[in-house]
Nanobody, 114 residues
Framework: QVRLAESGGGLVQPGGSLRLSCAAS????????MGWYRQAPGKQRELVAV???????NYADSVKGRFTISRDNAKNTVYLQMDSLKPEDTAVYYC????????WGQGTQVTVSS
């Protein structure tokens, strides 16, 4: 069974930065995809950024140039560095892992407000 432990959310002013972390435990296959989705109030969950175990990345257009995804395969941990945050980035951010199945974290709140 796979468990995902997220950390790093919080309240930040516009233009600020946050770093999210997600550590996966359990049966994570060596070939997998790890990343982040988000869901704002009244909106559907959307992809933010994902990265394969081989290093390929995919970003939402809205975060390109501001967010950076990275991972430590030895620790089964994925990170999301979020810079130049905007109020429209406010959402619950969910860690995601695709291995044999899809797994989701509990979510961490990110609020961008002055």
């Amino acid at each position: 069974q796979v468990r995902l432990a997220e950390s790093g959310g919080g309240l930040v002013q516009p233009g600020g930065s946050l770093r999210l972390s997600c550590a996966a435990s359990g049966s994570i296959f060596s070939r997998n995809v790890m990343g982040w989705y988000r869901q704002a109030p009244g909106k559907q969950r959307e992809l933010v950024a994902v990265q394969t175990s081989g290093g390929s990345t995919n970003y939402a257009d809205s975060v390109k140039g501001r967010f950076t995804i990275s991972r430590d395969n030895a620790k089964n941990t994925v990170y999301l560095q979020m810079d130049s945050l905007k109020p429209e980035d406010t959402a619950v951010y969910y860690c995601y892992v695709r291995a044999l199945y899809d797994y989701w974290g509990q979510g961490t709140q990110v609020t961008v407000s002055s």
